[in-house]
């Protein structure tokens, strides 16, 4: 069996509202990140304020937070390069 290949690809024209769909996705990650960096300020002030005043318990809360803020930040912004990805390779293919 030696016909043609078939190519198949994400059409994502074919969706009605696409364009909104990706506007509404791209402020949304806008936000994520915006919330995720202030977070990132907050924490740090808070771990270095409860450390100098050797209050252990803020400290270690406010660290988990400095912490948890890193990853979403990282993975909001790994997440459009994934995606990007994932639609070359679905094109690619």
């Known amino acids: 069996m030696s016909g043609p290949t078939p190519s198949v690809y994400p059409d994502l024209g074919a969706l009605a509202g696409s364009g909104t769909l990706a506007d509404i996705a791209g402020a949304l990650l ?3 990140l915006v919330v995720a960096v202030l977070m990132l300020i907050v924490c740090a002030i808070a771990w ?3 450390s ?4 252990v318990p803020v400290a270690a809360k ?3 937070g400095l912490l948890v803020a890193a ?4 993975l909001a912004g790994a997440g ?3 995606v990007n990805w994932l639609l070359g390779v679905g094109a690619a293919l």
């Open 30 to 32: 806008t936000i994520a």
């Open 48 to 50: 270095a304020l409860a």
């Open 52 to 55: 100098s005043h050797g209050n």
């Open 62 to 64: 406010a660290r988990t």
């Open 71 to 74: 990853t979403g930040a990282a």
């Open 80 to 82: 459009v390069a994934w």
